[in-house]
Every structure is written in C-alpha cells, then in structure tokens.
C-alpha cells in the first residue's frame, strides 16, 4: 500500500522559504517521476512541479517558475520542495504523488500539508 506523508509546511510572511518533505512508502520510489500538488482553498487542485526518476530533469508550473525547486533523495524515497519569495497567493494544502509523463497523479493522495503565506 502506498503511503505518502506530507510534512515541512508553515506560516509564513511574504517572501519567506519553506521547505516541504513528502516520505513515500510502499512503492519502488526510484522508478517514478514525482511531482508536488497544491490546492487553495475553494479551488481544484493544481499542479506545482515536476521531476524525473533520477532527479536530473524538472519541471514547474509558470507560476511557480524561479521561485520553487524540486528535488529527491532516492536514497531515502524522500521528495522535497524548496519554495522561495512565497506570495499569499502561494497559500494552499500542498501534496505529492507520483505522476505520470502527462504530469497526471496516479498515487492515493496523503494528507497534505498546510502552507499560509501573509501578506
């Protein structure tokens, strides 16, 4: 059974950082692309970012570009997500899940974590 837990999240002041970690379990982690997942109250369910198996090819959402990292310790089947310049428009449950090449989740979804961003 697949369980991702979702952590790292906080309040925060416009343009601060936070680091969000998301743990996997029951799935060879190293052999999916994972991305990070975000939805603001009263809206669906967006895409964030994007990154390969090995952890060598990225991709972000516009709005996030320049300002988000992805990353991933195989290692550890750990996902990381480095958010910088934080807007209050960044606010959201944030979530992983392993994707596929069309960038769609296809995991059960955790619990997410909560990022709040004051202007």
């Known amino acids: 059974q697949v369980q991702l837990v979702e952590s790292g999240g906080g309040s925060v002041q416009a343009g601060g950082s936070l680091r969000l970690s998301c743990a996997a379990s029951?799935?060879?982690?190293?052999?999916?692309?994972m991305g990070w997942f975000r939805q603001a109250p009263g809206k669906e369910r967006e895409f964030v970012a994007r990154v390969n198996w090995r952890g060598t090819g990225s991709y972000y959402a516009d709005s996030v570009k320049g300002r988000f990292t992805i990353s991933r310790d195989n290692a550890k089947s750990t996902l990381y997500l480095q958010m910088n310049s934080l807007k209050p428009e960044d606010t959201a449950v944030y979530y992983c899940?392993?994707?596929?090449?069309?960038?769609?989740?296809?995991?059960?979804w955790g619990q997410g974590t909560q990022v709040t961003v004051s202007s």
């Open positions: 899940n392993p994707v596929r090449p069309d960038l769609s989740p296809f995991g059960s």
């Open positions: 029951g799935l060879t982690f190293s052999n999916y692309g």
